[in-house]
């Protein structure tokens, strides 16, 4: 069996094929380097859930495989939520190699004068698993936590540096791949969506 996943995000891959392995899916996961013609697919919904039906439609349809997309981002309370699903791009478009730092960079200025007890955020991630016969399937994921004032951690991406989970001392950036992985947003969408997947086949 194939499943793609319809990312451009290296990243992702090991931590599906992990979860799937885990759920005892046996399938092959491509991403969208497979298919260079694959079409880009905006995230234009005002949320996470939106978003990841829109690309996993669009994926199934093309390559007319299952498809598995999902849209993630951080939730901050004393931002009102946001960036939520701006969190990829909250400030503005820059390099591959600076994004990262640039939304990272915006946030922490944005709480410079928030007090500790006032730092709270969530990780949410929506998964949608579209099959080529219309079905469709989403889970959601979402860990709690806290915003440091300075990074820790080389591991992550996003703001996994500046991100302490719910009884955790560490950021997700100080945890191993399988730590964080055990606890994550991600991780939990994931292996919601794997279960049905196993079950439906």
Known sequence: MRIVLA???AKKVPELRAILADAGVSAEVLTLGAFPDAPEVPETEPSFVGNALLKARAIAAHTQLPA???DSGLSVDE???MPGVLSAR??????EGDQD???LDLVLDQLADTPAERRGARFVCAAALVLPDGTE???EGVLEG??????RGENGFGYDPVFVPEGETRTTAEMSPEEKNAVSHRGIAFRTLAKELAEML
Do not use: Q, S
């Open 7 to 9: 990312t451009r995000n």
């Open 68 to 70: 598995v997309a999902d």
């Open 79 to 81: 931002l009102g939520g």
């Open 90 to 95: 909250w400030a503005g478009r820059f390099g």
């Open 101 to 103: 730092r640039a939304n």
């Open 137 to 139: 399937v989403v889970a």
């Open 146 to 151: 806290r915003l440091l004032r300075e990074r």
